[in-house]
């Protein structure tokens, strides 16, 4: 069974940054595509970024476009959310979530994905 693990989140202030980490517990990390959400209070989950691989991050909230950066490390089977610029707004549980076999493939669906990490709290304060 593969496990996500997720770290990272915690409480920062207005304007500064975190980074998210999600640990791919087995297979190989370029056999997955990997997504990320959020789900804030009274709200639904909402996708953020989708990194199939071998194709080009897509961003998906324009609100995060040039603040946040998905990217990969193979060697480590992690992926990672690097959150610039930080707003009250980004406030919210963030999610990892991964499905293998679809390289090149991606979406902003959270059902679609196969394995889900448990999530991390987010809260930036103003």
């Known amino acids: 069974q593969v496990q996500l693990v997720e770290s990272g989140g915690g409480l920062v202030q207005f304007g500064g940054s975190l980074r998210l980490s999600c640990a791919v517990s087995?297979?190989?990390?370029?056999?997955?595509?990997i997504g990320w959400f959020r789900q804030a209070p009274g709200k639904e989950r909402e996708g953020i970024a989708c990194?199939?691989?071998?194709?080009?991050?897509?961003y998906y909230l324009d609100s995060v476009k040039g603040r946040f950066t998905a990217s990969r490390d193979a060697a480590r089977n992690m992926a990672f959310l690097q959150m610039n610029s930080l707003e009250p707004d980004d406030t919210a549980v963030y999610y990892c979530a991964a499905k293998r076999g679809v390289r090149g493939v991606c979406s902003a669906s959270f059902r679609w994905y196969t394995y889900r990490g448990q999530g991390t709290q987010v809260t930036v304060s103003e």
């Open positions: 990194d199939s691989s071998t194709t080009r991050v897509l």
């Open positions: 087995s297979g190989t990390l370029d056999d997955y595509t």
